[in-house]
């Protein structure tokens, strides 16, 4: 069955070490999206790519960076984790819509930044 | 700029009675919303999107463009309403990103 599978699902680090979160999809979407979730605040969009040489910024950009390794790949990386990039994370996917399309998400990774 | 407002973070009700969770937005054109469900150990999800004007799992939200509202609504609540909800909001400047509200967590008791 087609998926966007995320790992790791669980981190525990450091304040200061380098994270990466991977997302890979077997859904054939061109569009790939970072979101972070916090209670009470929701899910808050981090990066996206519309295809493998696009790459854009959202809500809350600093102190993250991506990379879109291939259609399938989309990569998180917390450069110098701090504790309040504490949070569940989601990838999603979708296909090309003009004004909005269904979301599909992974199972999120949970990091800790201690 | 485009926002979610959802003003309850928590609702509860009992099986049987009605549930409204509401949502605002607001957005300077024509916006296409939608409701996410995340039920426990699941992961988040398509509910309903206005533009499908479709009932699911007995649940419906109408786009009142005048009160900038899409409050899903369902007669009836049951048990396995029990879940996390998001309204979120796109529109043709934004492609297809989503802004989610902040969420509102339904609890249907016994």
């Known amino acids: 069955d087609a998926d966007v599978t995320q790992t790791p699902r669980n981190r525990i680090t450091k304040t200061g070490k380098r994270i990466m979160l991977e997302c890979s999809q077997t859904?054939?979407?061109?569009?790939m999206y970072w979101y972070r979730q916090d209670p009470g605040l929701g899910l808050r969009l981090i990066y996206y790519?519309?295809?493998?040489?696009?790459?854009n910024k959202g809500e809350i950009s600093d102190g993250y960076s991506v990379s879109r390794q291939a259609q399938a790949k989309f990569s998180l990386s917390l450069e110098s984790a701090i504790p309040n990039q504490t949070a569940l994370y989601f990838c999603?996917?979708?296909?090309?819509?003009?004004?909005?399309?269904?979301?599909?998400f992974g199972e999120g990774s949970r990091l800790t930044v201690l | 700029a485009q926002r979610v407002t959802q003003p309850e973070k928590l609702l509860s009700v009992f099986k049987g009675a009605p549930v409204e969770l509401k949502c605002n937005y607001s957005?300077?054109?024509?916006?296409?919303l939608f409701w996410y469900v995340q039920y426990s150990r699941q992961r988040l999800q398509l509910l309903l999107r206005?533009?499908s004007r479709e009932s699911i799992k007995g649940f419906t939200a109408d786009l009142n463009k005048g009160e900038t509202s899409f409050h899903l609504k369902k007669p009836f609540a049951q048990e396995e309403d029990s879940a996390m909800y998001y309204c979120?909001?796109?529109?043709?400047?934004?492609?297809?990103?989503?802004?989610f509200g902040e969420g509102t967590q339904l609890t249907v008791n016994p």
């Open positions: 206005h533009i």
């Open positions: 859904k054939g979407h061109d569009r």
């Open positions: 957005y300077s054109g024509s916006p296409e």
């Open positions: 790519s519309f295809d493998v040489k696009d790459i």
């Open positions: 979120a909001l796109s529109g043709k400047t934004s492609g297809s990103r989503l802004t």
């Open positions: 999603a996917t979708s296909v090309p819509s003009y004004s909005g399309g269904e979301l599909f």
